[in-house]
């Protein structure tokens, strides 16, 4: 797996925390971990489209994030499971899979130039 891939992932992890930071976060220690999260997020993303199709890039980190912002809401903070909310999900993760699958990564010297 290339390296910006998993650039994509971790800043898909960030992004899942600080959605849930912005709604949960009630002290100084968690409003400042949540800033740490935007900023990672807002740092790894760019890098990583630098070196993969932007469209493809976009659509797994926001596939990726939208489906770990539902289940951390369901799994941390309790809210009610919705199967049909889950199914939706897990079509989305499919779709995100597919076009990841099928996207044709760009040479590592055309992010370098």
């Known amino acids: 797996m290339n390296k910006y891939w998993i650039y994509v992932l971790i800043a ?3 992004e899942v925390y600080w959605v849930a930071g912005l709604k ?3 002290g100084i220690v968690e409003w400042s971990i949540t800033l740490i999260a935007i900023i ?3 740092v790894l993303l760019p890098l990583s489209a630098n070196h993969l199709p932007i469209g493809t890039v976009y659509a797994v980190f926001a596939g990726l994030g939208a489906a770990g912002t539902v289940l951390v809401e369901i799994v941390v903070y309790g809210e009610a499971f919705n199967l049909l909310k889950v199914l939706l999900v ?6 995100v899979i597919g076009l990841k699958l099928v996207s044709d990564e760009p040479s590592e010297s055309r992010g370098n130039a």
């Open 40 to 42: 990672a997020t807002f």
């Open 24 to 26: 949960h976060s009630e």
């Open 12 to 14: 898909s992890v960030f």
């Open 90 to 95: 897990g079509t989305l993760l499919i779709g």
